[in-house]
């Protein structure tokens, strides 16, 4: 099966959901749910992606080397920290400082040996201004020679988005008009908010509405609530931000809670640190799961468990972590089946 | 072949040598042996184990790795220093420290991916009353949904035992009756006591009688030689500690060196080094090996040369150390293939 | 085939160029250049090479693991600052020092897991006297019951040469008589001379005259010049060192550019920075190019642009570095398939 013939449109690289058109998706989940059932594809033997990680990682090093395996291929795994050095990313420049080597290049003589590759790049943590550019995977992807996989940059996390959506078709069968809440919750360590904005954007893609509870200065990215503000005009989809947590679950039928950074006080520890403290209360238990219309509860992982989400809910009938946790397996082997086959 | 059906009782996680009855222990031994004749074995294809060392490994890493590969499978390696991130073990806690995720989410998350997972826990050497309980490797049986492989804990190392004693039928024939002498040696850099009391319950459990040399204050953990003395009055076996080196090494058939760390000073430094200042002439030599019946010589490696056995025994045509490594392989291969096929 | 049987004499490692004859180097390129045009062979199949990298790596790790995974086979990728624990290379010690374990009983013990074992060593960088004995792999070649292949030693990079040996020869068919530059290029970061050492040889070995343009302090190590200026004589080909980069490129057919250290200043970094300092302009551009024959740029990577050699040369058509890239792969993939099943 040539993918780009039955969509018009071949895959270049995977940054973000919009880089799929809606066959796309619905083949990507298609073919995860058939996967899933246990028809075996082995059709990508001797094929070779690479996962480049510039932090941390178990889920997705795991998953998507299993998939790749289930496959027939194979993934090269490397950690920038320990195998490798700094490369350069800026164009143009006099390499003369810590980095002995150019993104550009690096990826040139990689595409020489692999079919795709997966970056998870380095989030700098000075200034979201400069963190949202996600400017290292866009070098990446403008000088590599295959496609290109985010597995987690400062903006998106198209991967989850993907496991998330079948997780959601699986639970709720029809998505249109559903309601799903974006709940913000506490962490000493929060993440950047790219999960959270590519289930936003996959949801109301969806014909979801969406409620999003945060505290004061937590607002997502401005840009991409104006794309997500634009996409539920279009949709139709009702989209609310800025709610407390009760408001927000209320008639709910998912709560999916992550923590982000205070993107106004990113990079600045101390404030940030101000702000945190000041918040209390964000953490998803069982009061209020009931305020749902039978809510689920949704979380990527990792979890800090009674600070995030309590135990009673996350070990409970509502949790559904384990399951999206399964389907990133189930998604990512039909994203990367579709995608080196074309 | 359903294993479970053969014996009656499947695998459910592999701590230790007593989670296999007798007749699982025997069909390792012979499923290894022939193995290790050559006969081919890819019934493992698409399947995959997990490896999560929170410790260091040369021989385990690679001979678990090499053993999956000539299965058909794969093995997804993870180093916890430098791929991901601290886990918590401790339950119904607020995660409000270090640790972002919990164990028990790790290894169900996990348990979605792999057929197997194999744990090298961490030691926290501060107590040897708080290592000795297994905390870490309990955590991952209790929570994982799919057998969990001790790749030595601070109790076990039953992966070792399991080639040793491969390597003892192989040298000694019945292994009823004959006589093993664990000798302790010195190391500024010693072990836990791991691989010792998995080769004593081993070497009892085959019929075998114990001496153990040690010097003063090197007991093995008191627990586990009460189930040894327990074990060896049913077998009808001697067994001998705290011995000195000529003494255990008479008459014996094979002396089994290995340098442990004092249990009572464990987590003391300066203690520590001052009781090991006072032990010297514990290394096994030309001398030491003459005292016994055409005696063998075994260690699990690494080995610090002429400080725990001398380069001459080593390099001899009584040392069994090659023979253990290389029955590594083909031990683990056996149980992995029982193991995943159940 | 019994690779040996073709040609009288089996590979025992691959430490330099020198460790294959004529008809085996032959025999090597004959074999990429058909699995570059896409021949497909899997006759590796649950064969492993072990890869131990003492320094960093990215080209060589992915081409050597990306080889083995198309030829049906696998390696084990070992990091040691991550993965095990120092290793001791002396023989005869009483090991009460740092390192736990002897290469000796390293390479027998993967000797057992492995069918060959590939090394990048740790350089010492004290002493080139020190260095340029290439002590820790001659102690794997001495005690691996496995061939060893060297992936890059103070002294030689076989691997880089075999790729580039490649790469003349599609670019510039019959290299006899056909001129190759080695260029000195400027870096904060300069690697050893291991990879000019190879070419060198290569280029001689297959007939070609050679010039080597470096600044005052920068020649490359006296025994190899004395094994060059011997081979040179054999061969009748001209062999210039100490030029400067303007009467070195005159004419000449290839520009390898590469930085090494001043090995009269190797181990002194004060020493090496002043005269680092004292060296300008070794930079390879547009004007450079235009004094050769058509010349083409080879380069092994990583490369500091506009340092080393300009943006305007590495990214127009005459550079050859992507082929060399490329052709890591597709020699490797030829160089294990014949030592893997000698």
Redesign the interface.
């Known amino acids: 099966m040539d993918h780009a013939g039955t969509t018009g449109q071949a895959i270049r690289h995977f940054h973000r959901l919009d880089d799929l058109n809606d066959r796309q998706i619905e083949d990507v989940l298609d073919l995860a749910a058939r996967l899933k059932r246990g028809v ?1 594809r ?1 059709d990508l033997a ?1 094929q ?1 992606v ?1 996962l480049l ?1 510039f932090r ?4 997705t ?3 998507l ?2 998939a790749m ?2 496959l027939g ?2 993934t ?1 795994n ?2 920038a ?5 700094e490369l ?1 990313a800026r164009e ?6 810590v980095a ?3 993104i ?3 990826a ?3 595409s ?3 079919g795709a590759m997966a970056i998870r790049p380095a989030l700098l943590g000075k200034s979201w201004a400069v963190d949202r550019k996600d400017e290292q995977i866009r070098s990446w992807m403008q000088h590599s020679r295959v496609p290109v996989i985010n597995m987690e940059s400062a903006l998106w996390h198209p991967l989850q988005a993907l496991a998330d959506l079948l997780t959601l078709r699986e639970t709720l069968g029809e998505l249109k008009g559903k309601k799903l809440t974006i709940a913000w919750t506490q ?3 929060p993440s950047s908010p790219a999960v959270v904005h590519s289930i936003l954007m996959a949801a109301l893609r969806s014909g979801m509405h969406v409620n999003i509870a945060h505290p004061t200065g937590y607002d997502l990215d401005a840009d991409v609530m104006e794309q997500a503000n634009s996409l539920a005009q279009t949709q139709g989809s009702r989209l609310e931000t800025g709610l407390n947590l009760n408001d927000a679950a209320e008639d709910t039928h998912v709560i999916y809670a992550r923590s982000w950074w205070g993107l106004e006080s990113y990079g600045q520890p101390s404030l940030s640190a101000h702000q945190s403290s000041r918040t209390t209360g964000w953490c998803v238990d069982d009061r209020i799961m009931e305020l749902g219309d039978n809510a689920r509860l949704m979380h990527p ?7 995030e989400v309590s ?1 009673r809910v ?1 070990d409970g009938p509502r949790s559904l ?2 399951e999206q ?2 389907n ?2 189930h998604t990512q082997k039909s994203l990367l089946s579709l995608l080196l086959r074309q």
């Not at 920290?81 to 050095?85: I, Q």
């Not at 143009?92 to 400082?97: A, L």
């Open positions: 075996s082995t001797g070779t690479g990680f941390p990682s178990l889920r090093r795991t998953s080397e299993v395996h289930q291929g194979h090269v490397l950690n920290a320990s195998d490798f050095w350069e143009n420049r006099t390499m003369d400082g002995p080597e150019h550009k290049d690096a040139a003589a990689l020489c040996y692999v962490s000493p360590t992982m990792p979890i800090r468990r009674n600070l135990d996350l972590i384990i946790a399964a990133r397996l």
